[in-house]
């Protein structure tokens, strides 16, 4: 008996290391990148695309470097850009049209949205910058901060160049 009970126990362990492994390795391959109403960013698209998944901008833009076609899409007061021919890149978010992080939120991450809602994602840390501005760290990478402008708790502009 005791020794079906060491079995047992040591079969019970291996099975909760292998699936401790087996999800940790999961977390590493699914990157996670942030998102703008499933665009994800750093992913190349074509002007097209982005029509399908945001619809008609009300202005756009576009010029070309020695880095290849930057566009810029106008929607209201909101600015969704693309570097280096069709990179989605940045943006400047200053109204509630748009969501970031919608694939790991409920809903996403919006203007008039309370700054605590960063606190629901599993990663990453808001570092104050000022009284109204902290920069989210999400991770390694994303070359430049997300920069999160606040009144009161309440997000007022999401912006990343």
Do not use: C, W
Not at 18 to 46: C, G, P, R, T, W
Not at 90 to 101: P, T, V
Not at 119 to 136: C, H, V
Request: hydrophobic residues 40%; neutral net charge.
């Amino acid at each position: 008996m005791k020794k079906q009970i060491l079995f047992f126990s040591k079969v019970f362990f291996m099975t909760i290391f292998v699936l401790s492994i087996a999800d940790i390795s999961k977390a590493q391959s699914n990157s996670v990148f942030l998102n703008l109403e499933n665009l994800i960013l750093y992913k190349v698209y074509q002007k097209d695309s982005v029509f399908t998944k945001l619809g008609q901008p009300d202005h756009y833009k576009s010029h070309t470097s020695e880095f290849g076609l930057n566009e810029e899409y106008e929607y209201g007061i909101n600015v969704i850009m693309f570097s280096e021919n069709g990179k989605f890149s940045g943006f400047a978010l200053l109204d509630s049209r748009f969501a970031i992080f919608s694939s790991l939120i409920p809903g996403g991450i919006r203007v008039g949205d309370s700054v605590s809602k960063f606190q629901q994602l599993s990663f990453g840390n808001l570092e104050a910058r000022d009284e109204s501005t902290y920069a989210f760290m999400d991770n390694p990478k994303n070359d430049s901060p997300l920069i999160v402008h606040h009144s009161n708790g309440i997000i007022t502009k999401l912006l990343l160049f």
